[in-house]
């Protein structure tokens, strides 16, 4: 059964820091770009980051950059979103995804995790 888990998320006061991992089952991840998106409540849900299968091209949104560092561990079949400096607008549910191909966060993702709920608040 393929299968994404997302884990790392809980409640952080502002400034702080969490890290995300996205574990697969059922399938190798090597072959797959893996992205990481957010969706707060009333708001459409945006690419975070995105982290290719081959060379280790990366994407980040520019909310992020220089704060989130997207990894991947392809020996444990995990996928890592560092976040660091987080903000209150940085609460969301976040999903980690795969797809085949790469273009940024912007391709079709063929798997997504259930999500892993982020909060940021004092």
């Known amino acids: 059964q393929v299968q994404l888990v997302e884990s790392g998320g809980g409640l952080v006061q502002p400034g702080g820091s969490l890290r995300l991992s996205c574990a697969a089952s059922?399938?190798?991840?090597?072959?797959?770009?893996i992205g990481w998106f957010r969706q707060a409540p009333g708001k459409e849900r945006e690419g975070v980051s995105c982290?290719?299968?081959?060379?280790?091209?990366?994407y980040y949104a520019d909310s992020v950059k220089g704060r989130f560092t997207i990894s991947r561990d392809n020996a444990k079949n995990t996928v890592y979103l560092q976040m660091n400096s987080l903000k209150p607008e940085d609460t969301a549910v976040y999903y980690c995804?795969?797809?085949?191909?790469?273009?940024?966060?912007?391709?079709?993702?063929?798997?997504w995790g259930q999500g892993t709920q982020v909060t940021v608040s004092s």
């Open positions: 995804a795969a797809a085949q191909i790469y273009i940024g966060c912007y391709a079709d993702f063929d798997y």
């Open positions: 982290i290719s299968s081959s060379d280790g091209s990366t």
């Open positions: 059922g399938f190798t991840l090597d072959y797959y770009a």
